[in-house]
């Protein structure tokens, strides 16, 4: 399975724009590239997935370049109750997927 | 629809002793996992299944067992508890092949939290 590098902690403010890059030198070509949102307490959920060029649902956009080494997860206009941990997931579709670390997004007032 | 249901929601255990955590699904999928999160860290995958009489290991196996004999169950044995398996226990499905969408989505249950002391 391909290793995800994403940064540790973002800090932003109520009303921006948030982008989450995730790199993935190893991607295989039946990959996917799945976002998930973890609160405290509560099991990770589902926010978008891609496999190439730009993937856009009611919550966020997922750019991904031409040759998948690497996504950005885009959040538009973000609230106070977006503040969670983002993780970045690559791998074949409906196979175990292997979560990182993640990337604990913290938005102030 | 349920989704994904667990139970216990919180366990106590003393060291030495088993217990089955329960996990459940009400989708139809084929895919169904195990991962267990320790404070402040990410998901680590415990065990996973492709279908009912199909198993396999996954980051942490050692110190569990599964079995998958239907498609909506799946639950994972603690055999000897220890102090490092204190944890939150989450399982997870998805469709593992498509279903008219491209979207592989998995769904996580509400976790079980459990205390071995």
């Known amino acids: 399975l391909a290793k995800t590098t994403q940064p540790i902690s973002m800090d932003s403010y109520e009303g921006q724009e948030v982008n989450i890059t995730c790199s993935h030198n190893n991607i295989a070509t039946n990959d996917y590239i799945t976002w998930y949102q973890q609160f405290p307490s509560q099991g990770p959920r589902f926010i978008i997935q891609?496999?190439?060029t730009k993937v856009t649902n009611e919550v966020a956009s997922l750019f991904i370049p031409a040759d998948r080494k690497s996504s950005t997860l885009s959040l538009p206009r973000v609230s106070l109750s977006d503040t969670a941990v983002y993780y970045c997931?690559?791998?074949?579709?409906?196979?175990?997927?292997?979560f990182g670390q993640g990337t604990t997004l913290q938005v102030k007032p | 629809n349920a989704g994904v249901t667990q139970t216990p929601k919180f366990q106590v255990l003393k060291t030495g002793q088993s217990m089955t955590l329960q996990c459940a699904q009400d989708m139809n999928h084929e895919y169904m996992s195990w991962y267990r999160q320790d404070p402040g860290m990410g998901l680590r995958l415990i065990h996973y299944?492709?279908?009912?009489?199909?198993?396999d290991q996954g980051e942490v196996p050692n110190g569990y067992n599964v079995s998958r004999s239907t498609t909506e169950d799946f639950p994972l044995r603690l055999l000897s508890a220890a102090p490092s398996q204190t944890s939150v226990y989450f399982c997870?499905?998805?469709?593992?092949?498509?279903?008219?969408?491209?979207?592989?989505?998995?769904?996580f249950g509400p976790g079980t939290r459990l205390t071995v002391t």
């Open positions: 299944s492709v279908g009912a009489g199909i198993t």
């Open positions: 891609g496999y190439k």
């Open positions: 997931l690559v791998g074949p579709p409906g196979g175990k997927l292997i």
């Open positions: 997870a499905s998805s469709y593992s092949s498509l279903r008219g969408t491209a979207i592989y989505e998995q769904y």
